[in-house]
C-alpha cells in the first residue's frame, strides 16, 4: 500500500504571498491531521479532516486553513505569508478519528517564507 | 489540559548498551500513548502505541516502552543499541474526545557511539 504522499517537497514563497500544500493519505484512510514543526516550537498540531469535515484545529491565526474532499485527500492552504510560517509541514493519515488510532506521516513540505 | 514531557533532550549511548528514553504526561482522561520516531529529512514513523490494553507495550526494532498510571510515565526503552537507532524520538499523546489531536513532547535526540 503507498504511504501518505504529500506535494510539493520543497517551496520557496515571499511574504504576503499564499500557499497551498496538498496531502494524499493511504487509500482507505478518512481523517487527515496537520502538523508544523519547527525549531523552536517542536511539533504543533494545526487541524483535523474526518469525512470532509473539520473536527479540530490546533492554536494557529486564521490565515491557516485547509479542506478535503470526497476522495480524502487534504489540502491546507496559507495566505499572507510570515517569515515565522517558514517550517516542515506534516500531513498524517488515519483510518477513522477518535484518538486511539496510529496516524501515519508523509515526508512533509519544507516550506520558505523570504 | 494534556502535556508530554520529554525529560532528556539528548541521550548518548555506546552501541550494544540498553538505550532508556524517559516521557512523562499529564492527561485529565484516559490517554492514548505513541513512541515516534524521525530519522533525519525522513518522515515521522511509528514505534508502538498504548491503548488501555497491556501496560507493556512491543514495538518495532526491539523497543518496548511500559505505560506505568502511578507514575504518569511512558519510558521507551531497548535492551542493546544499534548504530541505525540514532534518531529523534517523540512520545506523544492522544485523547479519545479530540479526535486525532496528538499532543507531541520535544524529543529526545539519541546518539549512538561506535
Known amino acids: 500500500k503507498a504511504g501518505v504522499t504529500q506535494t510539493p517537497r520543497y517551496l520557496i514563497k515571499t511574504r504576503g504571498q499564499q500557499v497551498t500544500l496538498s496531502c494524499s493519505p493511504i487509500s482507505g484512510h478518512r481523517s487527515v491531521s496537520w502538523y508544523q514543526q519547527t525549531p523552536g516550537q517542536g511539533l504543533q498540531f494545526l487541524f483535523e479532516y474526518f469525512s470532509e469535515t473539520q473536527r479540530n484545529k490546533g492554536n494557529f491565526p486564521g490565515r491557516f486553513s485547509g479542506r478535503q474532499f470526497s476522495n480524502s485527500r487534504s489540502e491546507m492552504n496559507v495566505s499572507t505569508l510570515e517569515l515565522g510560517d517558514s517550517a516542515l509541514y506534516l500531513c498524517a493519515s488515519s483510518l477513522a478519528s477518535g484518538g486511539s488510532y496510529e496516524q501515519y506521516f508523509g515526508p512533509g513540505t519544507r516550506l520558505t517564507v523570504t | 489540559a494534556q502535556s508530554v514531557t520529554q525529560l532528556d533532550s539528548h541521550v548518548s549511548v555506546s552501541e550494544g548498551t540498553p538505550v532508556l528514553l524517559r516521557c512523562n504526561y499529564s492527561s485529565s482522561y484516559s490517554p492514548s500513548l505513541f513512541w515516534y520516531v524521525q530519522h533525519p529529512n525522513k518522515g515521522l514513523q511509528l514505534l508502538l502505541k498504548?491503548?488501555?490494553?497491556?501496560?507493556l507495550v512491543k514495538g518495532i526494532n526491539g523497543f518496548e516502552a511500559e505505560f506505568k498510571k502511578s507514575e504518569t510515565s511512558f519510558h521507551l526503552t531497548k535492551p542493546s543499541a544499534h548504530m541505525s537507532d540514532a534518531a529523534e524520538y517523540f512520545c506523544?499523546?492522544?485523547?479519545?474526545?479530540?479526535?486525532?489531536?496528538?499532543?507531541f513532547g520535544t524529543g529526545t535526540s539519541l546518539t549512538v557511539i561506535p
Open positions: 498504548y491503548t488501555s490494553a497491556a501496560t
Open positions: 506523544v499523546v492522544s485523547l479519545s474526545n479530540t479526535g486525532n489531536q496528538f499532543y
